[in-house]
């Protein structure tokens, strides 16, 4: 499992950026200034259908490695976190996703059965962009008393 200690993936350029990113914000930490950064995974929510989108896949092949581990978070829950962040006044690094440690074949498969459709058959080829695969904690933020009203991308 995947917490805020562990070091970054910086074989990505875009995951690259994100890490420069952070040691740029947390440049600015200092007796009076308090320095949050929320990790985030995937989006999903009002105008972001990730389970919408999973389950148009029904009964196709998907051309992507579906024993990778996505982590995903809702809108809602970004949100809250930000407020709670804000509200705590938090002065660390905290994963912001929900608890589904499925792999991507997993989640598409309890939702296509959950929809009573056919599951989609999911290859294990890893493609050229960016990899996302990792069990990733909330434990930190949770500890704090910080709960999600979407734990489940399939509830």
């Not at 995937?42 to 051309?63: E, H, K, N, V």
């Not at 498969?109 to 050229?128: F, I």
Request: charge should be negative; include cysteine.
């Amino acid at each position: 499992m995947t917490d805020e200690t562990d070091q970054l993936d910086c074989l990505h350029p875009v995951n690259e950026v994100l890490a420069g990113a952070e040691e740029m914000i947390q440049s600015v930490r200092s007796e009076t200034v308090n320095v949050c950064i929320l990790r985030l995974g995937g989006i999903y929510g009002p105008g972001r259908d990730i389970p919408g989108m999973l389950l148009s896949a029904a009964g196709s092949t998907i051309q992507r490695n579906g024993q990778n581990v996505p982590c995903w978070v809702h809108l809602d829950d970004i949100v809250r976190g930000v407020n709670f962040a804000f509200e705590h006044n938090l002065n660390e690094i905290y994963n912001l996703v929900n608890d589904t440690q499925y792999t991507g074949q997993e989640l598409t498969d309890r939702l296509c059965e959950r929809a009573g459709l056919p599951t989609a058959k999911w290859l294990s080829v890893d493609t050229t962009d960016r990899v996302l695969n990792a069990r990733v904690s909330n434990a930190k933020l949770k500890r704090l008393g910080f709960t999600l009203t979407q734990p489940c991308m399939v509830g």
